[in-house]
């Protein structure tokens, strides 16, 4: 798993891309580490404005590279009762 996220990390810094993840397992620290060093290796100072994670409000975040927010909802599910169709299905419809 780290080949795999230090690849994806690494290039998501390299293309200039900013690195949007949830600061909540193992593999999203993995993956910030990864563009921190090839972010700090180019000489990019501000790396906070590169690497923006998101953490649920009752959770402590799994890293601190980057800036690290903190969530309004303290549940990300989707499938909640506000968010079903108007009929009650949550059944994803193509």
């Known amino acids: ?3 795999f996220a230090s690849a994806l990390g690494s290039a ?3 293309h200039r891309h900013v690195l949007l993840n949830g600061c909540r397992a193992r593999f999203d620290a993995m993956v910030a580490e990864a563009a921190h ?3 700090r290796e180019c000489g990019v100072a501000d790396t906070d404005s590169r690497i923006v994670s998101y953490v649920l409000t009752d959770r402590e975040p799994i890293h ?5 927010i903190r ?3 303290a549940v990300w599910e ?6 079903t169709s108007r009929n ?3 059944r994803r419809t193509r």
């Open 78 to 83: 989707i499938a909640t009762a506000s968010f």
């Open 12 to 14: 998501i810094a390299e």
């Open 37 to 39: 060093e090839l972010l």
């Open 1 to 3: 798993m780290r080949p």
């Open 64 to 68: 601190d590279f980057g800036t690290i």
């Open 71 to 73: 969530s309004r909802p």
């Open 88 to 90: 009650g299905s949550t």
